[in-house]
């Protein structure tokens, strides 16, 4: 970053000090990952300095013919790589494309459905102090109290009362396969769009340790970070079926998109984009995908060894919610006793919590950044000795925190 700390070597030092803050801890919330220099070098690129208003062959400005092929290859690869009809690349990040989701099927004051945000699912899908709930009548579907699963039995019966004109299926903290099946038999039963919200789980689903809503649903949107390991930005996908139940559903998200709800996209991202895409498709990637799954499995089992109460009873997927009640310690605490030993987790809160949400009983936490290193298995049951250790006892954070210095010299960042 030579350039960058002769012209502000403020800036340059934060990058850096980040830098070695990464390289010297364990990042384990479960949104998070490390990219590939591939990713990054996109993202950084000259393709930062040109506004692409429109779509590829229909543009509002010149000088663009290299951004029409880029976008081009980036929607071909969404669509080969998640067996998609239709690809739009353009959403900035994963908020806006759900609200684009619902421009395209909705009109406001509709009825939607939603995993309400304390059982696991997500604010754009129905949340009360969302705009979802704001220009939608927002039903909420839950999980079962004992169990902290989807009562799909529930959902049916909601559908069917409430008779909503889209159901939105995803979660933030949710560590369960979803039946995509089921739900897509429900949205059909009341002739409501399906969209599943995969943000978590999208790099999962390419790498084939996640079984692929795509058959099932009418509409997927996605982060493409995350599993995914690309830069900040979004997908919105239609597949067969959604095109079946309405043949201008791809136009109405286009439409929706832009100029709908953005200008110009972010041509730089949608070049990262394009290059996480590709990487995906790698051999590799599908060992990475299964990987981040055994190794949650494997930290789970042993937080459960060591007494943790995680909620579900464990995880099929990348992540892991911890009821922390029985440890006699709140959710803040947890995080910021651990952040100091060097394990960067977050506080959350979990199904029927009795705690407030800037105060809750819980924690996430996921595999993975921890896999992208090339952490296996052996190592999941190191850091869970780690994470048992500071909850135990607290004195022990720098001793730990040393501990994971040396530990991590081991598994640098990607290069």
Same mark, same amino acid.
């Given at each position: 970053?030579?350039k ?6 403020q800036?340059?030092?934060?990058i ?6 990464q ?5 384990m919330?479960p949104s998070?990952?490390h990219?590939?220099p591939?990713?990054?070098?996109a993202?950084?690129s000259?393709?930062?300095d040109?506004?692409a208003?429109g779509?590829?062959?229909?543009r ?12 081009d290859?980036?929607?071909e690869?969404?669509?080969k790589?998640?067996?998609?009809v239709?690809a ?7 908020s806006?494309?759900?609200a684009?989701?619902?421009m ?7 009825t939607?459905?939603g995993l309400?945000l ?7 899908h129905?949340w009360k102090v969302?705009?979802s709930?704001?220009?939608f009548?927002?039903?909420?579907y839950g ?6 699963l989807i ?10 009362e409430?008779?909503p004109?889209?159901i939105f299926v995803g979660a933030?903290a949710?560590?369960?396969?979803f039946d ?11 002739n409501?769009y399906?969209c ?10 390419a790498?084939g340790?996640?079984?692929?809503p795509v ?9 493409t ?5 690309g ?15 309405? @043949?201008? !559903?791809?136009?109405k998200?286009? &439409?929706?998109?832009?100029?709908g709800?953005q200008g $110009?996209?972010?041509e730089?991202? /949608? ?7 590709k ?8 060992k990475?995908?299964?990987?981040v799954?055994?190794n949650?499995?494997a ?15 464990g ?9 922390l009640r029985n440890k006699?310690?709140?959710?803040p605490?947890a995080?910021?006793?651990l952040?100091?030993?060097g ?5 959350n809160?979990i ?8 105060k ?7 595999t @993975?950044? !921890?896999t992208?290193?090339g952490? &296996? ?5 190191k850091i869970? $000795?780690?994470?048992n250790e500071? /909850?135990s ?9 040393e ?8 598994f640098p960042?990607?290069?």
């Open positions: 970053m030579a960058l700390k002769n012209k502000d070597s800036i340059a030092k934060l850096d000090l980040e830098l070695e803050r390289k010297t801890s364990l990042e919330i998070e990952n990219s590939s591939a990713v990054r070098e993202l950084g000259i393709l930062t040109k506004y208003e779509y590829p062959g229909k509002y400005y010149a000088g663009l013919k290299y951004y029409d092929i880029l976008e290859i980036c929607r690869r969404a669509k790589l998640f067996k998609v239709h739009n690349v353009q959403p900035y990040s994963g806006p494309a759900n684009a989701v619902y395209s099927v909705c009109e406001p004051g509709d939607i459905m309400a304390p059982m696991g699912g997500h604010l754009t129905g969302n705009f709930a704001k220009f009548k927002a039903v909420q999980v079962d109290e004992k169990t902290s009562n799909y039995d529930e959902v049916e019966k909601l559908a069917k409430n008779n004109k889209l933030t949710y560590p369960r396969i995509w099946k089921r739900l897509g038999e429900i949205a059909d039963s009341v409501a399906l599943a919200d995969v943000a978590h789980i999208a790099g999962l689903v790498g340790a996640h079984p692929s058959p099932h649903v009418h509409l997927v949107s996605t982060t970070h995350k599993t995914l390991r830069p900040r930005g979004a997908l919105i996908m239609v597949t067969e079926k959604g095109v079946k139940k309405d @043949p201008e !559903l791809p136009k998200v286009d &439409k929706s998109v832009f100029p709800l $110009g996209p972010h730089n991202a /949608i070049a990262g984009i394009a290059v996480c895409l990487e995906a498709t790698a051999p590799a990637f599908k990475y995908a299964n990987q799954v055994k949650a499995k930290l789970a089992e042993e937080l459960k060894r060591y007494g943790f109460n995680l909620v579900s009873g995880t099929d997927n990348h992540l892991i919610l911890v009821d006699n310690i709140g959710g605490e995080q910021d006793l952040e100091n030993a394990i960067t987790i977050n506080k809160s199904p029927y919590d009795p705690a407030p949400p800037f809750p009983s819980g924690i996430r936490m996921g @993975p950044a !921890l992208s290193r952490m &296996k298995e052996t190592e999941m049951k869970a $000795g780690w994470i500071v /909850i006892n607290p004195k022990s954070v720098k001793k730990v925190r501990e994971i210095k040396k530990f991590c010299k081991k960042l990607p290069k």
